[in-house]
């Protein structure tokens, strides 16, 4: 039995070498970019909010932002890249900022939806008897008894309509929401785009999540018959902790750089 996340199908289709350092080889690298990191504290930042409004505390606008910039100053560390070279640590700082003060001043007193959950940690079976990681921002429900499955971008783009109605990764994690709340009369999929205030939503027929399934079951499939891991070198190499450790940029000789050791825990299956 495997277990399975939306991040671990991606890295199997974004680059074949990096998927066997990371999940077959379980090299962990401690380099992370930049975007990464802040968009990690962003989202602890609403976690912490939303858990704390689940036992009756509502943070200040000022609390939140203390949390924040605590947490960047306590976490920052020099494995952390900033690849763009317009781009320095102190602008994406001010981007988490922007986003939780625009997002703040959006849902503030944040009772719009009933918390169901919040960073969930939950696994959803699969047919061939794979499981398939849960792990949604905030889960949520209306009066109507509507389901509301949310997640936080802090990318630096917007996502079109059609790419968010093909998203695989709240799709999947809404066919979790149907199984263990079948009281739910819609799920719906929300996207927040922090960076922009603006925010983003789809839906799913029950005919498109059993074909969903089956294409996450064929592709786990694919995986598991998978021999050759080639490498895919294209400009997310920049952003790929195992660079300096790929052939493809080292020579072929592979090193273990600044930063990068063995993994100790099983598997990273965050989204
Ligand atoms: S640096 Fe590029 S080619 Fe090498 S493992 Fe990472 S993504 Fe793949």
């Not at 939780?100 to 940690?121: A, C, M, R, S, W």
């Not at 696994?123 to 921002?137: A, H």
């Not at 952003?239 to 052939?247: A, D, E, I, V």
Request: with cysteine.
């Amino acid at each position: 039995m495997g277990i399975y996340s939306n991040s671990k199908l991606s890295t199997f289709d974004q680059c074949k070498y990096k998927f066997r350092l990371q999940y077959i080889e379980r090299i962990r690298t401690d380099i992370q970019c930049i975007e990464a990191f802040m968009g990690s504290l962003v989202h602890d930042a609403l976690e912490k909010l939303y858990k704390d409004l689940q036992s009756g505390k509502l943070n200040s606008k000022d609390e939140l932002l203390e949390y924040y910039l605590r947490r960047w100053k306590e976490d920052w560390n020099d494995n952390i890249l900033v690849v763009k070279e317009y781009a320095n640590p102190e602008m994406y700082q001010n981007i988490g900022v922007e986003s939780l003060l625009n997002y703040y001043d959006k849902y503030h007193p944040f009772d719009q939806l009933k918390i169901i959950g919040v960073e969930t940690n939950e696994k959803l079976d699969l047919s061939n008897g794979d499981k398939y990681y849960v792990k949604i921002d905030r889960l949520a429900a209306d009066d109507l008894g509507n389901y509301y499955v949310i997640d936080y971008k802090t990318n630096s783009s917007l996502k079109r309509q059609e790419e968010l109605d093909r998203d695989r990764q709240l799709a999947m994690y809404s066919i979790w929401v149907r199984e263990n709340y079948p009281e739910a009369k819609d799920v719906k999929l929300v996207w927040n785009f922090l960076a922009f205030n603006e925010e983003f939503s789809s839906s799913r027929t029950a005919d498109d999540l059993v074909r969903l399934k089956l294409e996450v079951e064929d592709k786990i499939k694919e995986i598991e018959s998978c021999n050759e891991f080639p490498t895919n070198k294209s400009k997310l190499c920049d952003y790929c902790g195992y660079k300096s450790m790929c052939h493809e940029w080292v020579g072929k000789k592979k090193i273990v750089g600044k930063g990068v050791k063995k993994q100790t825990i099983l598997g990273d299956f965050s989204s």
